[in-house]
Every structure is written in C-alpha cells, then in structure tokens.
C-alpha cells in the first residue's frame, strides 16, 4: 500500500490541475474540515493520524485526475479484513466495551483466567510508555481529550509498522470512554481558533487489559442479567417482606417435638419393663403360675409381647417414611450447594425389606435401627416360657431375649433422640405444607426456571441418563427468589440463579475430571452384528412422536408388580399354603393333638439356666421371623401400587378430577389412613391392599405364639416333649394367610395403566413430567400458601360438586408446528380443557404463522 501511495504521489505532483468536480476522498475516514486540525501542519492543511505518519506524507489533490496512458490505473479501494471487524462504538468507546463485554460473552466460558491475566499485567509493568488516562473525577462529561498538566504536549508511544502487521486504523481511538448514557442536552462551549488539542492516546492490547482489569475490580464482577435469580435468606426475608410471607419450616406431624417425644416415653416404658420383668423373673424364678394354653395368661404372656412390638414397628416406619419423602426438599433447601447435589435422584419411598442408608449420619442411623426393629417381633414371640419349679409349671423371663431386646429398644431410643436433633436443628425445610401428592410437587415447580434441562427426560431410559441431561441442575434450590439486579418480587420455587456460577459444566463426583457428553462418551467395542442390530433399532424408534405405538412409553413396571416376580411370589405362596393345609387337617398329622418332637432332633425343651427352652425358643422365633418377612414382601407390593396409582388414575381417556389424581396422598398415608383415602376416591383395589397391608403385621405376631413346647413325663425315666398349638390363634393365622394369596391374585388385573417411561421414586423423574409448559401456566399452582388453597382453585373444597372438578390427563399434550419450542408435544400431566374454553396463544405461535 505504501508502494502505491509514493507512485501516486509522484505522478500526482505533474498532473494537478483545475477541475470543476469536487475531490475523491482518499478514505471514508478522512477529517472532514468541520473538525479541529489537532496536528496542522505548515500550509494549513488538514494533517493525517498520527498511525499514518510512517507511511508518508498524505497525497492531497486539489484538481480533476488526468488519464495518462502510461500510468496504469489504480485498483479499487478495498477495506481491509482487520477494518471491517471494528465498528463505530469500538472506535469511539474501547475500553468502555472492554468491560461491558463481560456480561455479553457466550455462557459457559469461565473469564476467570482472562481476567487473572488482566491483573498480572497491571502489576507486573507499569512503565509501559503509555500515557495515564486522566482520573474519572475530573468533571468533564464529554469524550473530550485531557490536557496534560503544565500544558506540555503530551508524548506518544509509536510501534513500527511489520510487514506481518495489519496497518493500523485510519480514525483516532479517545483516551477516555463515552458516557454509558450521555446528557441530552449539552452545554455549547466557545470555539477558540488558537488553542490546540493534543492527539487522544491510543491505547494499546496491555492498556486495554489495564482498563479492563480496573472496571471488573471497580464493580467487583459482572453486572446482573435481567434473567439472574437471587435467594432470599430468612432474615432478609423477614425484613423485606414485612413478615407477609410465611416461613419455610413446615414439618410434618411424626418429625415434630409433641410426636417424638410422645414415642421417646414409649420406648423408655417398653425399657422399664423389660428391664422389671428380667430381674423379678430371675429373683422370684418365675412370673405366675402356668393354667392352661387358652387361658388369658396365655395372651399375656405369649401374645401381647409382640403385638406392642409391631404397632411399634409400624410407628418406626411410618417416621422412616415420613423422613424418606422430606429429605430431598430439605437437602434442596440447604445453603451449602454441597448438600444440594444429587438430591434430586435421591429415593423418596423407603423399603424395609433392606434398608436404604441415604443422606447424612443423623438420617441413616434411625434407618439402620429401624431396620433392626424387624426383629423385635421374633424376639418378643420367645421372650416368655414355662419353667419346672418345685413341681409347678411357671412362666419365666427368658434372660438373654430379654436384655437383647433391651439393647434393641435402646438403640431405638437414641435414634429417636438423633431424629430429634436433627429436624430442631432444620433452621428451614423449604416448605409451606407437606408435598404429599403430585399437586403439592407442581406447586413447587410452577414458577421454575429450570424446566428447559427436563425436556426430553421424560423418555429417558433409565436414571443414569437422566442424572447427565440435568447436570446442571445438581445445585438447585428450593426457597423464596428474588431478582438478582434489585427488582422487587418474592416468589417460591425450585430454581437456580442462572448465573455464570451455575452455567460451568459440573465434574464427574466419580472422577473429578469434566463430564462428557453422552456422544463423547466411550463403550466397550461391540461386534459389527451387534453394533448393526442397535443401530438399526436406535433408527426405528422415535421417542419424540407422540403418536408413535412402541413400547417406550409403558416399558417400565416396578420389579414387584411385573408378571414374572408376580407369578412366582402367587405360585409360592399357593403351593406352601396347600402343604400347610394338609399337614394341618390330615388325620395322621392333625395339630390340634400336638406333634411330638423326638431327642434325636437336638432340640430338649428342658429349660436350661436363664430360663432358655431350645425347642420353645425354636418353634416361636423362625414362624415369626418367616412371618415378619412375608409381611414385609408385601409390604413392598402395597408400596409400589400406592406410588402408581394417581400414575394411573391419570392416563385415562377422559382424564379423572384432581381428587383422584393429583390431590391423592396414597404413598405418604399410614396404613389405615390410605384405606380411608382410598374408599373416598373409589379406588377398591388400593384400599383393599393397603388394608391387608396393614393387617397383614398380625401374620408373624400369631406365628410367633401360636405353638408352645410342653413336656410330659411318663414314667420315671421317659419324657416326652408335644407341641401343641393354641387352636384360636393359629385359626386365625390360616385365615390371614388365604387372604395373602387374595390380595396376591387381586393385583395381576389391570396393570396396564401403572406402566411408565421410567419409575416415578425420586423428584427428578417426578418433576419431568409436571414442567411442561401447560401445567405451569395453571393459576391453579400460583401463589398459593396453603394446601386448601390449592385445593379450592382445582375446584376440591367441601360444598362444592364433583363436577366443578378440574379433570387431568397424562399424555402428550397438542401436536401443533411450534411442539418442540413451547413444549406442546412434551409428555406429562396437563389440564383436559373444554371445547368452549378459551385457549391461550403463545407470541412464538403467532410469529409462526406469519410466516
């Protein structure tokens, strides 16, 4: 370019001459003459930048251009690549676009190491031979250049041109920013034709790194987004709403002081008398005297041990329960994002059958003994025998049962003091009442801004891959939100602050190291048969067409309701109850004589010191611990079909109220309560077998005392042990077993409905399907404070009639063009609405079909 302008020049100087056109400008950002000559130089001619001046003197024409056919003609001007990148403001307003750029910056890259750098260079050189810009306090609210003090003439740093540089721009860059918003009205200053400006200083890549370093330590970050959440903590809550919102520290009846204490003085009784009749028992060597095997003595001391055991039991897991399903909100609730993470996936139904040790110490040890309780109902059935004193048959403590369960109900009571503790200490639980159904999770999530991670986790096959599309959510909240940039408005709900902070990928826990996408993610090789067959099944289906018929959307059935585990649980139980019924009413082995039990079988039912019969120990402890386990298998049934329920209540044709859906707490009732529930909604099945559910505790409770080892001397030399059977209460326990195998029967039918995409057992497979764009948009889950409240607005209040019901469906809501953007084709739970509703048009839909 150089090149040029010097063959030009020399031409130029022959050829000038008088022309009536105007002059070509030699660059669109040439001084025009109305601004002022900040380098005149002696003629009073306009000067060139100072970048320019070592690329030569400018070429000025004053006349027309004169063809000259030995002189080639120029080539057209062309702006360069590195010009056409910088636009006006960046020209007029460098440093000022440096520091507001940070908040423009594509989400999800950390300026961190940026702005590290920034710093380390304004500490590390200051001597840069840059000039200092003028302090910001100097009054002048133009973009003006400064004057130096002592009107000297400001020095200029020049870099020499490279061939590998780009020439430097053409317009001068100002020493100071523009202001963000200027006056709108500016005081005209007097034009003095004498005095001279210097040139703004151009500032080069490690000034602009000071001035940006100096802006974000200024501000102390970036500048809210509009989008940007804050939470709001309880005591600024108290101040800033006036004590206008409720606080979040609902806890439900079992996990409060009255409840806990009230169990803690139960637990300190069963202590005291076990304790009482251990030690009366061995200082008075016996209790009462023996009568008979159908007296009231006999269900004193053979019955009524583990009977209060298991309503004990049922106690314990109804609080284990009851801490199952608020943990999760109470770890979302946390300040510390480290107690937050994975509280989405944890479970909210507990199972006794092996316990699940989930959250912190003070949860899972109360789990643990719960657990352990299941086998205070054996031990309570073998607690008392008949011992021989002075020829008279006495019932008797048995010593090491005894202090066992002591042990037992010790650790029940410090786990009880642990709970205590623990939910005291809870300064807030993030609740207004207790989430006991899917209306109660939908209020939660109504005001969310989260629900764009959940799209597409609704078909996901299992939790794992639901655990990497909602990464990003390992730090939600749940609390009251506020806008981050000072706008007034509180409001509850499961969110995040949408910040930077929450937008960088999260590490794998496992690892440490970033999490991959699930394309980048490595399998183990397969071979090409194989690799082909799931190909081409990936290609067949589409989990995004609603209308697609594949087994996607009803593959998954919880393990104790599918056929296969049912089948075998129903053929078991069938065949063991045949051979039970034989053994019972065949004349050869008929009960109600006894049956003898030989010396040869290594159990002497001679009470041995302690007051312990091997025989009697045997025959109450394995019928009751068998019978505990048969209760709690089906305990694991009645839980599963409590979950599925309003699941299935849902995905009717014609939808069903909220009553019966939504508003139905089946999976956090006691066992009698959700009998009630149960028959008020007109769900039979549901009542029956939570009913038998219940009842059902009585199986290892008469197990335990049905037989008792009795010895019969005959003669001086030959005993005979019998054992005999108390006839009412083994009766009983055969009834309640054909009532087992009904209540297995009764669930084959119609589970068709109860099939899902995935398990519905933790918040984030909930939440999936209660996001979708439809039901948060329902003022029936806006702002409401309490659960009648909510109930009221979905039309479920007393004096009102069943068809003033809101009705809801699970399904695929309407299939229209913008399905994808608004989630219109998303599956979850949404409204069944009128044909003479009025529907609400989205602004995206409407932009649609202009088009």
């Not at 105007?22 to 009073?44: F, I, K, M, N, Y």
């Amino acid at each position: 370019m150089s090149s040029h302008n010097s063959n030009f020049q020399q031409h130029a100087e022959h050829l000038l001459g008088p022309h009536p056109q105007h002059p070509r400008p030699v660059s669109p950002l040439t001084p025009t003459p109305s601004e002022p000559d900040l380098h005149a130089q002696d003629g009073g001619i306009f000067g060139p930048p100072v970048v320019a001046r070592s690329y030569g003197r400018p070429v000025i024409i004053e006349g027309p251009y004169r063809r000259v056919p030995d002189i080639p003609a120029m080539p057209p001007y062309q702006q360069p690549a590195w010009e056409t990148a910088l636009n006006t403001a960046m020209l007029t307003d460098f440093r000022d676009d440096l520091a507001r750029l940070d908040g423009v910056v594509t989400p999800g890259i950390d300026n961190t190491p940026f702005v590290q750098y920034a710093i380390e260079a304004l500490s590390r050189d200051r001597d840069t031979g840059y000039s200092a810009a003028a302090p910001s306090g100097s009054g002048s609210s133009t973009a003006g250049p400064a004057l130096p003090p002592g009107g000297q003439q400001p020095q200029f740093y020049q870099h020499r041109p490279s061939a590998q540089q780009p020439p430097p721009s053409r317009a001068s860059l100002p020493a100071r920013p523009l202001p963000a918003h200027p006056p709108a009205v500016e005081t005209p200053r007097p034009h003095t034709q004498h005095q001279q400006l210097p040139r703004p200083i151009i500032p080069g890549p490690r000034e602009s790194a000071h001035s940006l370093a100096e802006s974000l330590l200024k501000k102390k970050g970036p500048r809210p987004q509009p989008h940007e959440w804050r939470p709001v903590e309880n005591d600024e809550l108290l101040v800033a709403s006036d004590g206008e919102l409720p606080p979040l520290t609902f806890r439900p009846w079992p996990l409060r002081a009255p409840a806990l204490f009230a169990f803690m003085a139960v637990c300190l009784l069963m202590i005291a008398a076990l304790i009482l009749s251990a030690v009366y028992s061995h200082l008075h060597q016996g209790l009462l005297e023996w009568a008979t095997i159908h007296g009231g003595r006999y269900f004193l001391f053979r019955l009524l041990p583990q009977l209060i055991a298991a309503f004990m039991l049922l106690y314990c897991q109804c609080m284990v329960t009851t801490m199952f399903r608020m943990l999760p909100f109470v770890r979302l609730a946390s300040q510390g994002q480290g107690q937050r993470e994975g509280a989405l996936f944890q479970e909210l139904y507990p199972s006794f059958l092996w316990p699940r040790l989930v959250g912190p110490w003070n949860v899972w040890v109360p789990v643990l003994v719960t657990w352990l309780m299941n086998f205070t109902i054996p031990l309570q059935s073998s607690l008392f025998t008949v011992i021989l004193v002075n020829q008279t048959w006495t019932w008797a403590t048995v010593q090491g049962v005894a202090w066992t369960l002591v042990a037992l109900y010790l650790a029940l009571l410090a786990s009880t003091i642990i709970t205590w503790r623990y939910w005291a200490s809870i300064e807030s639980t993030g609740l207004l009442w207790d989430p006991r159904s899917l209306a109660d999770m939908a209020a939660l999530v109504s005001e969310t801004n989260t629900a764009e991670d959940y799209r597409g986790t609704q078909l996901a096959r299992g939790r794992e891959g639901m655990r990497f599309a909602l990464r990003r959510r390992a730090a939600d909240r749940l609390c009251y939100w506020t806008w981050k940039d000072g706008r007034h408005g509180f409001w509850h709900t499961l969110g995040s602050p949408m910040d930077e902070a929450n937008l960088i990928p999260t590490p794998d826990p496992t690892t440490g190291e970033r999490m991959q996408r699930h394309d980048e993610k490595q399998h183990p090789p397969l071979n090409p048969d194989a690799a082909a067959a799931a190909a081409a099944a990936d290609n067949n289906i589409d989990l995004e067409n609603p209308h697609h018929n594949n087994s996607n959307h009803h593959r998954h059935l919880p393990f104790p309701l599918r056929t296969s585990q049912l089948l075998w649980f129903t053929l078991t139980t069938t065949i063991l109850l045949l051979a039970i019924f034989i053994a019972t009413f065949h004349p050869s082995t008929r009960l109600a004589a006894g049956f003898l039990l030989r010396p040869t079988t290594n159990l002497p039912s001679t009470p041995q010191p302690g007051a312990f019969s091997p025989a009697d120990f045997f025959f109450s402890f394995v019928p009751a611990l068998l019978g505990t386990f048969v209760f709690l298998l089906f305990q694991s049934l009645d839980s599963a079909l409590r979950v599925l329920q309003p699941w299935a209540a849902l995905k009717t044709n014609s939808g069903s109220g909220a009553e019966v859906s939504l508003l139905a707490d089946y999976a956090a009732c006691a066992p009698g309560q959700c009998t009630v529930h149960a028959l008020r909604n007109r769900h039979w099945r549901v009542a029956g077998v939570s009913l038998l559910a219940g009842v059902f505790v009585l199986i290892p409770v008469l197990a335990g005392g049905s037989f008792m080892a009795l010895t019969s001397m005959m003669g001086q030399e030959e005993e005979e042990v019998r054992m005999f059977a108390n006839m009412p209460a083994y009766g009983m326990l055969l009834g309640l077993l054909v009532l087992y195998l009904v209540g297995l029967l009764v669930l084959f039918p119609g589970r068709a409905p109860f099939r899902l995409p995935h398990g519905v057992t933790c918040l984030a497979e909930i939440v999936g399907y209660l996001v979708n764009a439809d039901i948060r948009e329902e003022p029936a889950f806006k702002r409401c404070v309490t659960r009648r409240e909510m109930a009221g607005k979905m039309g479920v209040a007393r004096g009102l009639p069943g068809e003033m019901q809101s009705r809801w469906v699970f399904g695929f809501g309407e299939e229209n063009n913008n399905a994808s953007a608004e989630g219109g084709g998303e599956l979850g739970v949404r409204r069944v609405r009128r044909f003479t509703e009025k529907r609400k048009v989205r602004k995206s839909q409407i932009r649609r079909a202009l088009f």
